[in-house]
């Protein structure tokens, strides 16, 4: 069960990887969690649960959140039925910003 209401978004935002950023979809959001939404590639079978993801969240005012979190689960989608894999991500000590921006959606 979850521990807070999900609020459907639309979020664009950056996924940090090595010296990489890839640009990845924010479909819901709640204080402690995050579905991101990638495009389908072979690359995404790499998410493991557990795994640490950091993400720039870019809000619709043009400032920009860092979030430190944890894969919690992977859903694969095979094209062409599903263009884009879903991945369920736990935010580790959300930084007040964040909380406050979610409040506000509420």
């Excluded at 935002?13 to 819901?28: T, Y």
């Excluded at 072979?42 to 640490?52: E, R, Y």
């Excluded at 979030?67 to 935010?91: K, M, Q």
Aim: aromatic share 6%.
């Amino acid at each position: 069960m979850r521990r807070a209401r999900r609020l459907k978004v639309n979020l664009k935002a950056e996924r940090l990887s090595g010296n990489g950023k890839h640009s990845v979809f924010i479909e819901n959001i709640s204080e402690h969690g995050i579905l991101m939404l990638v495009p389908h590639s072979t690359d995404t079978k790499k998410f493991n649960s557990g795994m640490a993801v950091d993400l720039n969240l870019q809000l619709n005012s043009g400032g920009e959140i860092s979030l430190a979190c944890l894969v919690r689960w992977l859903c694969l989608n095979t094209p062409p039925d599903g263009l884009t894999d879903s991945i369920g991500l736990e935010i580790v000590n959300p930084p007040e910003p964040y909380r406050q921006f979610v409040r506000f959606l509420h």
